[in-house]
């Protein structure tokens, strides 16, 4: 007999495996559920439901509070992302900084220059106190750390204006004063010779080797920006180096307000207008410098025909950065920033002389000016520290300018001789633009032209008196001093501008009958009467007379002739040109 067994209800498979996983995809779920019986006593997960009443609605200050975490935490989202981007450009700078900063310290910069630095500013940045100079000069040979050269050097900036001040000296002025954004929207004349430039400046050197990179964008910005707001300079080769190193340690902006520092302040701007005056007062100074520390250097490069502008020129006008090294060269700006441009001579005065046995080895212009180029300007540490205490231990100010002035006096002596010599300024000479000194030559032979001229004229004038008088004039001695009193005044004038007081004598008209006799023949041929101009010093020389059928070498003017005794000196005299037909 079969035992009949229970069958049960076959509920789904699997169901409250899914309902435990939906339960497990929302954990964050905080309501309570429970299981509930179905029909058949048994369990199902499809009854698997929230319990009742476990469910509230919010109420308003729950629902308040829920915006206000919400508000909270995208609000500190904000800071964040805020604190990253200021995290992320100061890393920029930062790496920017270094990039900028990339040169080799040359000299002595120990552990403690920085806090020395730190103390000095602190003390007297906030004041209108001057700082001593003695103090500053030590603080300078002990070194300036790369990355507070900038906050330096706007030090000594300070320092200088607050020292004119008191002194009184006059402050050149731009004549109009822009903002440096405003400049940088107007367009400038310089801008292809600008834009020439900024590859070769500085082109191994990291900031400017990318083609309109940063550094070179701000290059362009800057000297843009100058060359608007200073028309008489513009832009000249050698600013843009200048310019460049002041860009490695300020922004744009600060870079710019040193340069207008240096160029006017120190009165750099001289050395880059069109007639580069303050150029040419350097390179003497140079010269005389070195004639008075080592006169058998300065022999030696005089001989070997070695002008100062072939190898001194681009070390004044770029402040030593295009052919020495970027550290040497911010050592030279630090003293320059302080004392002052004409600082800049004595250390091309102290390179020269330290390198005199190396120069002394060359002979020839292409040997020394390869020593110039890679033997002088390969400057050590050791160098750059000896240099610096010989600058500053030296006050050279009073030599540099006795110098000057000797050579605005030389310059001035020139030009007076130059307009001695045959210029004659036009009337409105208040006016009037003084010709330049190479122009020289060309003036001169147009004052020659224009007197030979002159002299044509008077002589064809007096060959006219001459025939007039040939029926009229008595020819015996004893008349001739009334003949001379009844000349019309046209050539009594003409006689005064040719004659001493002592050619005018009654032996200066001795030949007067050959003059009649030789007039007569002079209609009748056709012989040309020119005018010949010697340029020897000696007034005795003899004339030269052309051979033809009439014996022209008997006319005699007398008021052309000169005494053989006459002195060539005498500034009353025609000794200066030497005048006879021939």
Same mark, same amino acid.
């Given at each position: 007999m079969k035992r009949n067994r229970p069958t049960l209800k076959q509920t789904p498979r699997g169901d409250w495996r899914h309902a435990i996983f939906k339960r497990v995809l929302s954990p964050t779920s905080t309501q309570p559920c429970s299981l509930k019986e179905n029909s058949n006593g048994g369990t199902a997960a499809s009854t698997f439901k929230l319990i009742p009443g476990s469910e509230h609605k919010k109420t308003r200050a729950e629902i308040r509070e829920l915006w206000r975490n919400a508000i909270l935490q995208q609000i500190l989202l904000n800071r964040m992302d805020k604190q990253n981007y200021i995290l992320k450009a100061k890393q920029e700078e930062v790496s920017g900084k270094r990039v900028k900063l990339s040169y080799d310290t040359l000299g002595v910069c120990d552990d403690e220059a920085s806090d020395t630095w730190d103390l000095v500013i602190n003390k007297y940045h906030n004041n209108d106190s001057n700082c001593d100079l003695q103090l500053l000069d030590s603080a300078i040979l002990r070194g300036i750390p790369k990355h507070k050269r900038g906050q330096v050097w706007q030090f000594f900036m300070q320092q200088r204006k607050h020292i004119h001040t008191a002194e009184g000296t006059v402050r050149f002025k731009p004549k109009k004063e822009a903002p440096y954004e405003h400049l940088l929207k107007q367009l400038t004349s310089h801008q292809h010779a600008i834009l020439i430039d900024l590859g070769r400046t500085f082109p191994s050197h990291p900031f400017y080797c990318d083609p309109l990179g940063t550094g070179q964008l701000a290059l362009f910005n800057l000297l843009k920006a100058y060359s608007i707001l200073d028309p008489d300079v513009g832009y000249c080769q050698g600013l843009s180096f200048v310019a460049g190193i002041l860009l490695m340690h300020f922004e744009e902006e600060e870079a710019f307000s040193a340069l207008k520092y240096i160029m006017f302040d120190l009165g750099a701007r001289e050395h880059y207008k069109p007639e580069m005056s303050g150029l040419q007062v350097k390179l003497y100074q140079l010269t005389r410098m070195i004639h008075d520390r080592d006169p058998e250097l300065h022999m030696h490069l005089d001989t070997q025909d070695i002008l100062p502008s072939l190898y001194a020129a681009p070390w004044f006008l770029t402040i030593f950065a295009a052919q020495f090294s970027v550290g040497f060269a911010v050592r030279v700006l630090d003293v320059v920033l302080l004392h002052g441009i004409d600082v800049i001579t004595r250390f091309a005065v102290e390179i020269i002389v330290d390198h005199k046995s190396d120069l002394k080895k060359c002979t020839g212009l292409e040997q020394v000016m390869e020593c110039f %180029? *890679?033997?002088?300007?390969?400057?050590?540490?050791?160098?750059?520290?000896?240099?610096?205490?010989?600058?500053?231990?030296?006050?050279?100010?009073?030599? +540099?300018?006795?110098?000057? =002035?000797?050579?605005?006096?030389?310059?001035?002596?020139?030009? /007076?001789?130059?307009?001695?010599?045959? $210029?004659?300024? @036009?009337?409105?000479? &208040?006016? &009037?633009?003084? @010709?330049?000194?190479?122009?020289? #030559?060309?003036? +001169? &032979?147009?004052?020659? !032209?224009?007197? !030979?001229?002159?002299? *044509?004229?008077?002589?064809?004038? +007096? /060959?006219?008196?001459?025939?007039?008088? %040939?029926?009229? !004039?008595? =020819?015996?001695?004893?008349?001739?001093?009334?003949?001379?009193?009844? *000349?019309?005044?046209?050539?009594?004038? /003409? &006689?005064?501008? $040719?004659?001493?007081?002592?050619?005018?004598?009654?032996?200066?008209?001795?030949?007067?009958?050959?003059?009649?006799?030789?007039?007569?023949?002079?209609?009748?041929?056709?012989? #040309? =009467?020119?005018? $010949?101009?010697?340029?020897?010093?000696d007034s005795s020389i003899s004339n030269k007379h052309s051979k033809s059928n009439v014996d022209i070498a008997s006319i005699d003017i007398p008021v052309l002739q000169q005494d053989n005794n006459q002195n060539d000196g005498d500034a009353n005299s025609v000794a200066q040109n030497n005048y006879f037909f021939y």
């Open positions: %180029r *890679h033997v002088v300007t390969k400057i050590k540490s050791d160098d750059v520290n000896r240099y610096l205490r010989q600058v500053l231990d030296t006050n050279s100010a009073k030599q +540099l300018l006795t110098y000057a =002035v000797e050579y605005t006096v030389m310059h001035d002596e020139s030009f /007076l001789t130059f307009i001695s010599e045959g $210029y004659s300024p @036009p009337p409105s000479s &208040a006016t &009037a633009v003084k @010709p330049k000194m190479q122009n020289k #030559p060309l003036s +001169l &032979a147009n004052n020659q !032209c224009a007197e !030979c001229l002159k002299l *044509h004229v008077d002589i064809i004038t +007096l /060959l006219k008196y001459i025939k007039t008088m %040939r029926g009229a !004039c008595s =020819v015996s001695k004893g008349s001739v001093g009334n003949k001379w009193s009844s *000349h019309p005044p046209e050539i009594s004038a /003409l &006689a005064s501008k $040719y004659l001493t007081e002592n050619d005018a004598t009654e032996d200066s008209y001795e030949n007067i009958g050959t003059i009649q006799s030789n007039v007569a023949a002079l209609e009748e041929s056709d012989v #040309p =009467v020119r005018l $010949y101009c010697h340029d020897s010093q």
